[in-house]
């Protein structure tokens, strides 16, 4: 069968968030012969966020794959089991099933969750399994029946990088045609004359190409996520300089947009590598520059109503809309454990970089935490932007956290405080000592988590297993190893004393 004649695996519904997917096991089988699939392979996510996977041939797409599923060793797979407690299974979900273009050979991908072969129930540490059960509890509450997400995952395209830390050095080198820096650099070697166009520090937004040199990779990994059934809305270069860039995901309900999420990272990951380039969702690679955010749009709805809508509330909002914000502000601290999850966050969290450190609710505001956008006075379109987050987060843990909060904040009809619609960077000191802050570091973050996880507990949606797990595999994988290493600027600062 020829490419014009395969059967799509994916169909966006035009002009609607509704995507017609594969709805059974039986489905995806027959989708798969139609269209000459060799290869099946099969992902899930770990505990810090990297998608895992392996593959199968398509004689071993069989109906019981969808309802026994298929074992693997969960002891390699970092926050999952122990050696003594390995065996682990993968069950596909036939919904998520895409052909995906990145590989040569015809290759179908599905996510799976992950089951206990022992107990022959959902894994408890399954950050998928966590955000199914967050939308879950949300129905249970019957406050609403869907919660919206709508990230804006921001990242770098570089030319290079390379790094090394061991006992006796360490360093990183990041490399950019793009990058102010090298608005000097003799440019021969690499193929022709220095052309000039590098953005300027913080004056990557919006330059059109010979300034944009990443218009066409963009447009790339938005038709690929396009062809993967992810409605795309704009792509665009962001403010740094070096080759930041946001391509904006039409909003999705919380599990749908988490799994998104993961194919925008590798579609991103690997349209920049057959390019010779690399991408990266670290959220501050480039000092003294923007870094990179996740702002994540949402709302909740209930029978096709946005539940955040009032014509008569502060900035069109319901009050319902404004617990929830007074629910993440409260929780903030907490969150950011799951939000902004690496020591490399809380070098984006500082004033001075659109960083939205301040926990305070605004319109139009971006140097609030909490901001409700008013570009549309329609009732759909109401949503609060939480703009904390980072693309290191893991996103079924980072949104269904978020839920969490929001929705503790509706129970307990918890009051954001007044609105601050103007710069709070601009603030006198004595009215901006009253404004809280998220925390300045990710100890200060896990101790926040360590004190402050009832509310993520309810209706058994995140378990003490996950939480302690996840704590102690931050201390101990990442504070710690970056605690104990010489930072390269603690030469320039202390080598003479």
């Known amino acids: ?66 309802e026994e599923g298929i074992g693997f060793d969960g002891s390699s797979i970092r926050g999952f089991q122990e050696i003594h407690e390995s065996d682990m299974l ?42 199914k059960k967050a939308e879950a509890y949300l129905r249970q509450t019957g406050i609403a029946d869907t919660c919206y997400f709508g990230p804006e995952l921001e990242f770098f395209i570089f030319d290079s990088i390379r790094f090394e830390q061991n006992q006796h050095c360490g360093y990183y080198y990041v490399e950019s045609a793009e990058g102010e820096w090298n608005s000097g650099r003799d440019e021969g070697a690499f193929g022709g004359g220095n052309l000039g166009y590098k953005p300027r520090y913080k004056e990557g937004y919006f330059p059109v190409p010979p300034h944009d040199t990443l218009q066409d990779i963009r447009s790339q990994i938005m038709l690929a996520l396009m062809d993967a059934g992810i409605q795309v809305e704009v792509h665009h270069h962001e403010v740094a300089t070096a080759g930041q860039n946001e391509i904006d995901m039409r909003f999705a309900p919380l599990t749908r947009m988490a799994d998104n999420v993961m194919l925008y990272k ?124 980072d693309p290191s987060a893991n996103a079924y843990l980072a949104f269904a956290a978020m839920l969490m909060a929001g929705l503790d904040g509706v129970q307990n009809k918890t009051d954001p405080g007044k609105p601050l619609d ?8 004595e009215e901006a000592k009253g404004i809280a802050q998220v925390p300045g570091s990710l100890e200060e973050s896990l101790r926040a988590l360590e004190n402050d996880h009832e509310f993520l507990k309810r209706g058994g949606v995140f378990t003490d297993d996950l939480i302690q797990t996840y704590l102690e595999y931050k201390w101990k994988k990442e504070v710690d190893p970056v605690r104990l290493r010489p930072h390269p600027w603690e030469f320039y600062l202390y080598f003479d004393i």
């Not at 103007?422 to 000191?429: Q, R, T, V």
Request: hydrophobic share 40%; proline share 10%.
């Open 90 to 131: 993968l069950k596909p979900d036939p919904t998520t099933a895409f052909r995906d273009p990145m590989c040569e050979v015809p290759t179908l991908v599905m996510i799976c969750d992950v089951a206990d072969p022992v107990l022959r129930r959902p894994y408890s540490r399954d950050p998928r399994y966590i955000a």
């Open 266 to 389: 590798y579609f991103c990951k690997n349209i920049a590598r057959r390019h010779g380039k690399v991408a990266t969702f670290m959220p501050k690679p480039i000092f003294a520059d923007n870094a990179s955010g996740m702002h994540c749009h949402q709302s909740l709805w209930k029978s096709d109503k946005n539940l955040f809508f009032d014509a008569q509330g502060y900035a069109l909002t319901s009050q319902m809309c404004r617990w929830y914000i007074g629910g993440l502000l409260r929780h903030a601290p907490a969150l950011m454990a799951f939000c902004a999850p690496t020591t490399n966050s809380y070098k984006r969290l500082v004033p001075g970089y659109e960083a939205p450190v301040n926990l305070a609710m605004s319109q139009r505001n971006r140097s609030a935490a909490a901001r409700i956008p008013m570009y549309s006075d329609s009732p759909g379109a109401k949503r609060v932007e939480f703009r904390c987050p």
């Open 422 to 429: 103007k710069n709070i960077y601009d603030l006198p000191p």
């Open 1 to 66: 069968m020829s490419s014009q004649q395969r059967l799509p695996l994916v169909q966006v519904e035009p002009g609607s968030y509704r995507v017609q997917r594969p709805a059974s096991g039986d489905e995806v089988m027959e989708l798969a012969k139609k269209n000459d699939i060799q290869i099946v392979d099969l992902r899930f996510i770990d505990v810090p966020g990297l998608w895992q996977h392996f593959s199968i041939g398509l004689p071993e797409l069989k109906k019981d794959l969808f």
